[in-house]
Structures are given as C-alpha cells and as structure tokens.
C-alpha cells in the first residue's frame, strides 16, 4: 500500500478533523500545503474540479470530504476504530450536530474580520456563498450566532458533566474530532475566545483531544504527491458494487456537493458502494486516478449520451 498523503493547509478545521485521525491511528503520513485560495492548479489536477481540503491521496486513489476519508481510513487501518463499534449512528449523529451547528463559528469569523487573511475571506464570499447574497449582513446577525454557539458549548459541558473521558465514553473518536475543530477558531479571536472561559470540562477535554497529535508528519511538494499518482494505478475494488439508480459502470456521469462552490468532477462511474460514489477520470500530470466521494450531501448524475 503506498503512504497516505494529506492535502491540506494547517489553519483549516476540516483538516484538523483528520489530522487528529491519523494521529489516533498513529499513522506516517506525508503533507501537501495547498493554497488557501484559488487558483490550486496542482490540487484541481488531482481532483478534477473539487477544491477543498482535506483530500487524502493513496496511489491514484483520491477521496474527497472527512465523512469519506474517515471512512477510508477505518477500512483501511482499521485498529483503532474511528466509529467505535456498536455506537456508529450515535457517532454520526454527534459528527453532524458538530460540523452544522458548530460551524457557524467560522461564519461569525467571517463577519468579525481580522482572522484570516483579508484574501481568504474574499475568495470565500465568493465560492462558499451563492450569488445575491450580502455577507457583509452577518454583522447584523453576530449577536445570534454567538448566542447559538454558547448554547451549543453549555451542552458539551453538561455532557462531559459524568466524568467521561471523551463523548462517547473512554477512548477518543471520530465524535471528538468533529466537535473539536470547529472549536479550533474560538481561540483565534476574543470575542469568542471568552467563551471558552467558564467552561473548565470543555477545556480540559480539548486538552485531551488536542494530545493525540497528529501522527508522524511530513512534508513533500504537490508536484511529487501527482508524481506518486501517475506512476501509481487505482487499487481494485474489492465486493459488490451498489450503482446509483438508472447508472451503469463506465457510463460518464458528474459528482456535485450540495454544498456551494465546492465544485464538480466529471469522470466514468467506477465501481461504488452504498456509502461512496467513485468516478474514474484521468488528467495531463496525474494519469488515471479514482476520486472517491462520499453519498451523503453529494449527487451524482449521468451526462446525456456520456458512455
């Protein structure tokens, strides 16, 4: 198996989410800086048109979104689970609570200013928000989301109330890692850092998540991370294949995020299971590559007489 590669920027949340994973694993794995913002020319190579991060690489395999490379990384190098067994609904249920709620922490940071790189924040107003709508009016609405994030922290400390170690009991999870990264911007600014003040279980559980680390890192250029692609062929799927309804295998189809501006990949449907969508799609400097995305918040549909 070739090693993992992480394309990532260190101040994005969503990929502390799976920083922390690797560390929980205690994974090697090697990192690629990508660009904050647009272009990313190397990055949209590898993915055919997807441009967030994190986006984790193996050989020619390519999976986009945490919930897909998480899932991934369980199947992969299974010990220690990220879903602890048995409790993998209550997992997915804490995970989404934490990355809808939560995030609009970074919305509100947004409003506030002076966080990110003035550049950042534009090229956000323009790919995460659709058009018509007036980012400067989350000012208006600061006071709101502040109190919705104080509500949502005074349920993490009522829940931590027990003793507990972790959310879901003795041993980190993927849980924590969704609730924690979000959590990573309150620090970066003081009208929210304060509101991590009074909440001492809160805090020490941060404490507790933030000690597992990362793993072993380090650092190679994206140049080499398409290198390893190209030279690399797509691992064989191994089961039974679950096509989205009226799609054959090898038909071109496209792959959309529900959400704004995440971009699209345009390939052939390779073979999929009922939790991923895979298309295989080749580029100049990346050869042929398999991206992987997850069902959840993605479609998929057929490109008219695409074969």
Wanted: proline letters at 8%; aromatic letters at 6%; hydrophobic letters at 40%.
């Amino acid at each position: 198996m070739s090693e993992i590669i992480l394309h990532h920027y260190d101040l994005s949340p969503y990929a502390e989410k799976i920083r922390l994973a690797l560390g929980r694993k205690a994974l090697s794995w090697r990192s690629v800086q990508t660009p904050m913002v647009l272009p990313k020319p190397d990055h949209m190579e590898l993915t055919g048109g997807y441009r967030r991060v994190p986006v984790m690489q193996i050989g020619a395999d390519v999976w986009c979104d945490t919930h897909c490379i998480a899932r991934a990384l369980d199947r992969l190098y299974p010990d220690p689970p990220l879903s602890p067994p048995g409790m993998e609904l209550f997992e997915h249920g804490v995970s989404r609570w934490a990355e809808t709620t939560f995030m609009m922490v970074i919305l509100a940071l947004f409003g506030i200013g002076g966080v990110f790189p003035p550049e950042f924040v534009e090229d956000r107003r323009n790919t995460m928000v659709p058009p018509g709508t007036d980012m400067d009016r989350t000012k208006l609405v600061l006071g709101t989301k502040l109190a919705q994030i104080r509500a949502n922290l005074d349920r993490l400390e009522r829940h931590l109330g027990d003793g507990r170690a972790f959310l879901l009991g003795r041993e980190p999870c993927l849980a924590d890692f969704s609730a924690y990264h979000p959590l990573m911007g309150l620090g970066m600014h003081p009208k929210t850092h304060a509101l991590l003040d009074p909440l001492g279980r809160v805090r020490a559980w941060m404490e507790r998540v933030r000690a597992i680390g990362h793993g072993k890192r380090t650092e190679i250029t994206s140049e080499e991370a398409l290198a390893v692609a190209r030279a690399a062929s797509p691992a064989p799927y191994e089961g039974e294949p679950a096509l989205p309804d009226g799609i054959a295998l090898g038909q071109r189809v496209v792959v959309f995020a529900d959400e704004y501006g995440s971009g699209t990949v345009t390939g052939t449907l390779a073979a999929s299971d009922i939790h991923e969508i895979a298309v295989r799609r080749e580029g100049p400097r990346v050869g042929e590559v398999v991206v992987h995305f997850p069902r959840e918040d993605y479609g998929v549909m057929a490109i008219p007489g695409g074969a």
